[in-house]
């Protein structure tokens, strides 16, 4: 993947990586030089990102309009790192908008029925499959009996 292309790909979350990268900053934070280098050093190498972006696009993708998929991603990175274990006080931080239960079984219904319609189109596919498969046999076996003349449908 080219540089160009991974940064396209990337463009949509930059504003929340910027986010995600200060609330790490701020977390890690000590008065010891080494340490805050080596954070510093950690979030700006530009490596291991794909936890947080994955959040943050996946957040946005749904339609998140809040900012605590950034502070989740920090949270995430920096489990995923060893740097910090996650503490129950760092989820108990985190909140979760659940949508109200008729909007969940809506959704819930709604996913039943588009699951049943492409099941059933996936019967019928594998019903059309069947036929063609037959009706091949049936023509093979129809040109090599002689029962009909495929010369001229070649030339």
């Known amino acids: 993947m080219t540089a160009n292309l991974l940064a396209e790909l990337l463009a949509p979350a930059a504003a929340d990586m910027a986010a995600v990268n200060a609330l790490i900053e701020q977390r890690l934070h000590s008065t010891v030089p080494t340490i805050d280098q080596l954070s510093g050093y950690i979030i700006h190498s530009g490596g291991k990102r794909l936890r947080p972006v994955m959040a943050v696009l996946s957040a946005r993708a749904c339609g998140y309009l809040g900012d605590q998929h950034c502070l989740l991603a920090a949270i995430v990175e920096e489990a995923a790192h060893g740097t910090r274990a996650i503490r129950m006080d760092q989820w108990r931080s985190v909140t979760v908008p659940v949508p109200p239960e008729s909007e969940q079984q809506a959704v819930a ?47």
């Open 109 to 155: 219904a709604f996913l039943d029925q588009e699951t049943e319609r492409i099941d059933a189109l996936v019967a019928k596919v594998r019903d059309a499959i069947e036929r063609l498969k037959e009706l091949r046999i049936a023509l093979i076996s129809a040109a090599v009996t002689g029962q009909i003349d495929v010369r001229e449908a070649v030339s």
